[in-house]
């Protein structure tokens, strides 16, 4: 049973750095051909794709976030992490990590297999 699991602050002041791990169990970050990503969901809108990091570990981020964002990885751990910078209250969302073997960049919603339950996370003074 593969299991994701969010962690991090909820609460992030502005102009700071949003800092989420997200800890895999019952599969390798590092199988081939999988792609591990962060999504986010605003209050009141639908979800956005922010970035992944493959098995191989490279990292692609979503073009309109891509100059504040940063994937990597600790495989030792079987973890990956998201960094978003210079966070606004726009940042406030339900903060998911989720692993499909479609490219994300391109993928729908449905080619994710599994999910972690989600993380608020909260831009505010």
């Known amino acids: 049973q593969v299991q994701l699991q969010e962690s991090g602050p909820g609460l992030v002041k502005p102009s700071q750095t949003l800092s989420l791990t997200c800890t895999v169990s019952?599969?390798?970050?590092?199988?081939?051909?999988?792609?591990w990503s962060w999504i986010r969901q605003p209050p009141g809108k639908g979800l956005e794709w922010i970035g992944y990091?493959?098995?191989?570990?490279?990292?692609y981020y979503s073009p309109s976030l891509e100059s504040r964002t940063s994937i990597s990885r600790d495989t030792a751990k079987n973890q990956f992490a998201l960094q978003l910078s210079s966070v606004t209250p726009e940042d406030t969302a339900v903060y998911y990590c989720?692993?499909?073997?479609?490219?994300?960049?391109?993928?729908?919603?449905?080619?994710?297999?599994?999910w972690g339950q989600g993380t608020q996370v909260t831009v505010s003074s």
């Open positions: 990091i493959r098995y191989s570990g490279g990292a």
């Open positions: 019952g599969a390798s970050i590092t199988t081939n051909y999988y792609y």
């Open positions: 989720a692993r499909t073997r479609e490219d994300p960049s391109i993928a729908t919603i449905s080619a994710y297999d599994y």
